[in-house]
C-alpha cells in the first residue's frame, strides 16, 4: 500500500464509448486528478484522458473531492475505488469525555472486504485509535496523479563529461 496526501478533484467526462456488442453510446466516467485548482484539475484530466479516447470528449463537471489523502494498491487486481469515512477517537482533557472527528480516505482495493483490509493495515501502523464508520464503492473508474510526481521518481541527476 502507498498513500498520498493531496489537494484531489473528482472530474466527469462524457464521450462516445464503443460497447460490447459495437454500438456507440455516450456515456459519462468519473476520474480522479491531483491539482492545484480546478483550472489544472481541467487541464490534467484533458490531457490525461486524451491518450485514452480517441474522438471528442467534455469535461462536464468538477468539484473539490472531499477527501485529502488515497490508497493505492500495488495489486493488479484491486480495480476499484471505495471512499472510507473514518472517525478519528480523542478523550477531551477538560471533560474526559470522548471526542469523535470524520475523516474521508479513498481506498483502492477489489472488493469491500479488501477494503476493510487496506484501511486496517494502514492505519494499523499509527498510533490513531479509529472506527471504521463507513465504506462505499464508488463510481469512479481511475485517479490520476500529477506530472511532478512522475519527474520526482525519474533519475535527474546531473550528468559529468568525463575528461
Known amino acids: 500500500m502507498r498513500s498520498r496526501t493531496s ?5 466527469k467526462i462524457r464521450y462516445e464509448k464503443m460497447m460490447e456488442d459495437g454500438r456507440q453510446k455516450m456515456t459519462t466516467e468519473l476520474y ?14 484533458i490531457e490525461e484522458m ?14 473539490q473531492a472531499t477527501y485529502g489523502e488515497v490508497f493505492f494498491s500495488e ?3 484491486d480495480d476499484r475505488f471505495f471512499k ?6 480523542t ?6 469525555k470522548e471526542k469523535r472527528s470524520n475523516v474521508l480516505y479513498l481506498v483502492q482495493a477489489h472488493s469491500l472486504q479488501t477494503a476493510v483490509k487496506y484501511v486496517e ?10 472506527a471504521i464508520a463507513a465504506i462505499q464503492e464508488t463510481s469512479i473508474m481511475d485517479v490520476f496523479e500529477h506530472n511532478a510526481v ?12 568525463q575528461q
Open 7 to 11: 489537494n484531489w478533484f473528482e472530474t
Open 32 to 45: 480522479v486528478v491531483d491539482a492545484l485548482s480546478f483550472t489544472e484539475a481541467e487541464s490534467a484530466i
Open 50 to 63: 486524451s491518450a485514452y479516447i480517441s474522438g471528442d470528449f467534455k469535461v462536464t463537471g468538477i468539484a
Open 75 to 77: 495489486n493488479e487486481a
Open 84 to 89: 472510507a469515512k473514518l472517525q478519528f477517537i
Open 91 to 96: 478523550i477531551d482533557e477538560k471533560t474526559q
Open 121 to 130: 493495515e494502514v492505519m494499523g501502523g499509527t498510533m490513531i485509535d479509529y
Open 150 to 161: 512522475k519527474k520526482e521518481e525519474r533519475n535527474d541527476q546531473p550528468e559529468y563529461e
